[in-house]
C-alpha cells in the first residue's frame, strides 16, 4: 500500500505501510464515508469492506452511525498468497450542540424559574411576617 485516503477527514497519523491500524475523527454533519486506497504494485487487488476497489479510486459510500465505524481494507498480492489487512477506525462525533433558538428558549425557562423562586420567596415572607 501506498496511502489511504478518506473523502472527508484525514487520518490520525500519517500512512506508513508497516502500519495496519489508524483512527479518524469526522464531525457529526458527516453522514458518509468514501475510502481511497493506494497501491504501489498495480496488480494486486484491494477490496475495502469486501467491495472490490481499483487503486487510487474511492470506495462506495458507506453511512456513518454515531461512534466507530470499522473500514477493513484488505489487499492481496497478484500471487494470491501474500496480504495485508489495514483498519481505519472512523470515528463520527456526537450531535451536542445548541443553536441559538435552544439558547434562547433554555435562558427564558431558567429566568422564569429564577422569577418563580423569588416569587414564592416573597410570599413565603409576607405571610409569616
Known sequence: MNSIILYQGSLSSSFSPTVYEYTANVANTVTTMRIKPTSTVTTSTIRVNGELVYSASFSSSVVLAVGSNYFTIHVTAEDGVATNTYVVNVFRVPCIYLDLFHL??????????????????????????
Open 104 to 129: 434562547f428558549h433554555l435562558f427564558h425557562l431558567f429566568h422564569f424559574i429564577f422569577i418563580l423562586f423569588h416569587f414564592i420567596s416573597f410570599i413565603s415572607f409576607i405571610s409569616f411576617n
